[in-house]
């Protein structure tokens, strides 16, 4: 539907094409969906996963290629629980639903009781209905401001430019306030136990969430009154029970560093510039030739790329084979300061690796071997009287 046009410039021709060489010449660009414009504010830092995305490289294939696939996805248990929690909620006109939202980000509104509007949202292929969601969005925001109507919009689509092309989304939900306000609504199968959640599965949650924001407040801009509320409204069951309940996830951290991954897929012509001619991501290219390739590109790998990134396994065993810190987690990486190896940390602590001539001291590697040192003297006091409980060593900070 023309009426819903993807704003900003579109690719040039020498970039589509070397977009192209490097998916491979018979390999179509994969989409990026929510999910994957949500991975990406998960790792900020990474320029493989930044170039492979905006490349639209098919990630999948490529792990697999590499001989390291990629354990993604739920199971069909898990999907069927989902889709029965999801029409619960949504049942009878989203009046749970509805009642949720006003519950805990309705202050100041009269409650919708049955009277929501919902409109029909089906339309042929995703542009029409992101067209027709558009459109929808128009008229509850004007239905808002004339009658204080409550609208509840069930899988909307929406579209947001990601790298010159549009990326496709649909949210579970987006609510409409008597005030104009819009609300993205996630619905998720895992459970919310005494009022909190996996703070992994729900930090996942509030970056797919962002990513919605962020496509929604490209619609906004052009309609007058509307607002997208930085509050977006997670949906799990309650305890081990069917029933729903919610809490509220303020997202304008990750839509900020979402909106930074996406301003670098946008410059994916820079990331590729430094790579060199005949570089190819090319699933159909030898495992050798791929993995040269996928280390020619620097990235950052951490543990939690293993819930996040299809290539996951690949960094990880790059990682591991490099002796790198990262293998241990981004906290303890930080705190290791210029000590990027398991083995540089290792001789900083045992005293080993000390500062060159005309170096000045690194206070990290300090701080390690006197925690060692505290650390081994504990241990000695602990073996020579095993009945007395050795005295809390001093702090080494
Ligand atoms: S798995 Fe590799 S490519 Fe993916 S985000 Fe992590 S480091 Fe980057």
Same mark, same amino acid.
């Given at each position: 539907?023309?009426?819903?046009?993807?704003?900003?410039?579109?690719?040039?021709?020498?970039?589509?094409?070397?977009?192209?060489?490097?998916?491979?010449?018979?390999?179509?660009p994969r989409p990026l969906d929510a999910r994957a414009l949500a991975a990406l504010a998960a790792n900020p830092?990474c320029?493989r996963r930044a170039l492979l995305d905006g490349a639209g490289v098919d990630k999948t294939a490529l792990a697999?290629?590499?001989?390291?696939?990629a354990?993604f996805g739920?199971?069909?248990?898990?999907?069927?629980?989902?889709?029965?929690?999801?029409?619960?909620?949504?049942?009878?006109?989203?009046?749970?639903?509805?009642?949720?939202?006003?519950?805990?980000?309705?202050?100041?509104?009269?409650?919708?009781?049955?009277?929501?509007?919902?409109?029909?949202?089906?339309?042929?292929?995703?542009?029409?209905?992101?067209?027709?969601?558009?459109?929808?969005?128009?008229?509850?925001?004007?239905?808002?401001?004339?009658?204080?109507?409550?609208?509840?919009?069930?899988?909307?689509?929406?579209?947001l430019?990601v790298a010159?092309t549009p990326a496709y989304l649909e949210?579970?939900?987006?609510?409409?306030?008597?005030?104009?306000?819009?609300?993205?609504?996630?619905?998720?199968?895992?459970?919310?136990?005494?009022?909190?959640?996996?703070?992994?599965?729900?930090?996942a949650?509030?970056r797919q969430?962002a990513v919605y924001?962020l496509a929604?407040?490209?619609?906004?801009?052009?309609?007058?009154?509307?607002?997208?509320?930085?509050?977006?409204?997670?949906?799990?069951?309650?305890?081990?029970?069917?029933?729903?309940?919610?809490?509220?996830?303020?997202?304008?951290?990750?839509?900020?560093?979402t909106?930074?991954q996406l301003?670098r897929l946008?410059?994916?012509? &820079?990331? #590729?510039?430094?790579?060199? !001619?005949? *570089?190819?991501?090319?699933?159909?290219?030898? $495992? =050798?030739? @791929?993995?040269? %390739?996928?280390?020619?590109?620097?990235?950052?790998?951490?543990?939690?790329c293993?819930a996040a990134c299809e290539l996951a396994?690949?960094?990880?065993?790059?990682?591991?084979?490099?002796?790198?810190?990262?293998?241990?987690?981004?906290?303890?990486?930080?705190?290791?300061?210029?000590?990027?190896?398991?083995?540089?940390?290792?001789?900083?602590?045992?005293?080993?690796?000390?500062?060159?001539?005309? &170096?000045? #001291?690194?206070?990290?590697? !300090?701080? *390690?071997?006197?925690?060692?040192?505290?650390? $081994? =003297?504990? @241990?000695?006091? %602990?073996?020579?009287?095993?009945?007395?409980?050795?005295?809390?060593?001093?702090?080494?900070?």
């Amino acid at each position: 539907m023309s009426s819903y046009p993807p704003s900003g410039p579109p690719q040039t021709t020498t970039l589509r094409q070397r977009l192209a060489d490097l998916r491979g010449p018979a390999v179509p660009p994969r989409p990026l969906d929510a999910r994957a414009l949500a991975a990406l504010a998960a790792n900020p830092g990474c320029g493989r996963r930044a170039l492979l995305d905006g490349a639209g490289v098919d990630k999948t294939a490529l792990a697999s290629a590499l001989g390291t696939p990629a354990a993604f996805g739920q199971s069909q248990f898990a999907i069927v629980r989902g889709n029965s929690f999801e029409a619960k909620v949504k049942g009878d006109g989203g009046t749970e639903l509805l009642r949720l939202v006003y519950e805990r980000l309705g202050a100041g509104s009269e409650p919708p009781g049955g009277t929501a509007r919902v409109p029909d949202l089906t339309a042929a292929g995703p542009d029409g209905r992101a067209g027709r969601t558009a459109l929808a969005l128009r008229e509850a925001t004007a239905a808002a401001r004339a009658e204080g109507a409550w609208t509840f919009l069930d899988h909307p689509m929406l579209v947001l430019e990601v790298a010159g092309t549009p990326a496709y989304l649909e949210p579970d939900a987006i609510v409409v306030h008597p005030d104009g306000r819009w609300t993205v609504v996630e619905i998720k199968s895992f459970p919310m136990i005494d009022g909190s959640a996996d703070a992994a599965k729900v930090g996942a949650a509030a970056r797919q969430a962002a990513v919605y924001v962020l496509a929604l407040e490209k619609t906004a801009a052009r309609l007058e009154g509307a607002a997208v509320g930085h509050l977006a409204l997670l949906v799990c069951p309650k305890d081990f029970s069917n029933l729903p309940t919610a809490a509220v996830l303020d997202v304008r951290k990750q839509r900020a560093v979402t909106r930074r991954q996406l301003d670098r897929l946008t410059r994916v012509e &820079e990331l #590729a510039a430094g790579l060199p !001619e005949g *570089l190819s991501f090319d699933p159909a290219r030898s $495992a =050798e030739e @791929l993995a040269e %390739a996928v280390a020619a590109v620097s990235a950052s790998y951490a543990p939690d790329c293993l819930a996040a990134c299809e290539l996951a396994f690949h960094c990880r065993q790059r990682a591991r084979e490099a002796d790198a810190v990262t293998v241990l987690g981004r906290s303890v990486r930080g705190e290791l300061g210029m000590l990027a190896t398991v083995g540089a940390a290792l001789a900083a602590a045992d005293g080993i690796r000390g500062p060159a001539a005309g &170096e000045a #001291a690194d206070p990290t590697a !300090e701080a *390690l071997h006197r925690a060692a040192r505290l650390r $081994a =003297e504990a @241990l000695e006091t %602990a073996a020579a009287h095993p009945y007395q409980r050795p005295e809390a060593p001093e702090c080494p900070c």
